[in-house]
């Protein structure tokens, strides 16, 4: 099955400009204002404000909220959520999280995209993999994900740990991936410390891959312990604790947070040690530098993980960027700040894709 947009025939975005998104609640329903046409100089943009909007279908969201659906790969099962009708897009989340995380996501881009939100192996409800689930081996995962599907050509939007992936899909797979999002995920930008970075990976790697045959056999005693880590993690105020190093203003959907500590204690040993690894990874870099896709950078503008600052350096590399930061917000704005991210993301692939910035 292959899907392809309208605006497949795309000028290059120049560099260095963007959008600055802010958000503020309010009673009534407005719609956003469209974006202007001016040229924007480096590290401003146009300053869009989201009003508080309806919340996405509660019965579609009851329906993604419930168990995923199931496909088998050449590794085993993969669990994945998937909802609408158009051109395919796909979602990956990032470290300790799950396709949950995309659940409003899922629910609002549903009109315009048959969206698929995958649980890479090792997260949710996906078994890990068998073998070390480098960011490459993760990406050659989503990329068997699309075969299976008939997926020929697709839009990708990774967040964090899952933009490492998806930026590396992108690079290798150029005549596959049409546009790229990389969410909440920068770049180091100086030559020194990716050096640094470059030289401790070797031992890191060794140790890893020597080692993982025997995470193998402690991973099924880790599991034991789930269900009381679980229990412990939901104790009020942990739950509020670990999540204000990511979110900035807390979370309206509350339910979000029990789900993300859900997440936590179901990431797979092995996985959580290969994500980590994956941080610095000069691979990862390289992809930004050769992904010749035009690709948005978005994160929030006060993210403790992923500053502001890493996203400008990213889009000093790519080929083809846009950045778009939401204020008021930290390092997972699809669910902290949906509805300025949701529209930044039809700017991009909808309403204005290929119109240069």
Wanted: with cysteine; net charge negative.
């Amino acid at each position: 099955m292959s899907a392809e947009h309208p605006s497949d025939n795309q000028t290059p975005i120049r560099r260095g400009k963007g959008l600055r998104l802010s958000v503020t609640s309010s009673d009534a329903d407005a719609p956003a204002p469209e974006a202007g046409d001016e040229t924007l100089r480096r590290g401003q943009g146009l300053r869009l404000s989201i009003h508080d909007t309806s919340a996405a279908p509660l019965t579609l969201l009851r329906e993604l909220i419930g168990a995923p659906q199931i496909i088998e790969l050449s590794h085993g099962p993969l669990a994945y959520r998937a909802a609408g009708h158009g051109p395919p897009l796909i979602l990956l989340h990032g470290w300790a999280a799950s396709s949950r995380y995309w659940l409003i996501t899922l629910a609002d881009l549903s009109a315009d995209f048959r969206v698929y939100a995958l649980d890479l192996p090792g997260f949710g409800d996906s078994p890990a993999l068998p073998e070390p689930g480098t960011v490459a081996r993760q990406a050659q995962t989503v990329l068997e994900f699309a075969d299976a599907l008939g997926l020929t050509t697709f839009d990708i939007n990774g967040h964090s740990y899952g933009a490492a992936v998806a930026v590396s899909l992108a690079a290798s797979q150029p005549q596959r991936v049409k546009r790229l999002i990389m969410t909440s995920l920068g770049a180091i930008g100086n030559e020194i410390e990716r050096l640094i970075f470059g030289l401790a990976r070797a031992p890191i790697d060794l140790t890893l891959r020597i080692g993982y045959p025997w995470l193998n056999l402690v991973a099924p005693w880790v599991e034991l312990w789930r269900p009381f880590t679980t229990a412990l993690l939901c104790v009020p105020p942990l739950p509020q604790m670990i999540a204000a190093r990511f979110i900035e203003n807390g979370l309206r959907e509350k339910w979000m947070l029990q789900e993300g500590i859900v997440d936590l204690t179901k990431m797979d040993l092995r996985a959580h040690l290969m994500a980590m690894a994956s941080v610095g990874d000069p691979q990862v870099f390289d992809a930004m530098c050769n992904a010749p896709q035009p690709t948005l950078l978005i994160g929030g503008a006060r993210d403790q993980i992923m500053p502001p600052e890493s996203l400008h350096a990213a889009a000093a590399v790519l080929r083809r960027p846009r950045l778009a930061l939401i204020e008021q917000c930290g390092h997972i704005p699809m669910i902290e700040q949906p509805e300025a991210y949701h529209a930044a993301l039809r700017s991009f692939l909808v309403d204005g894709a290929s119109e240069p910035l």
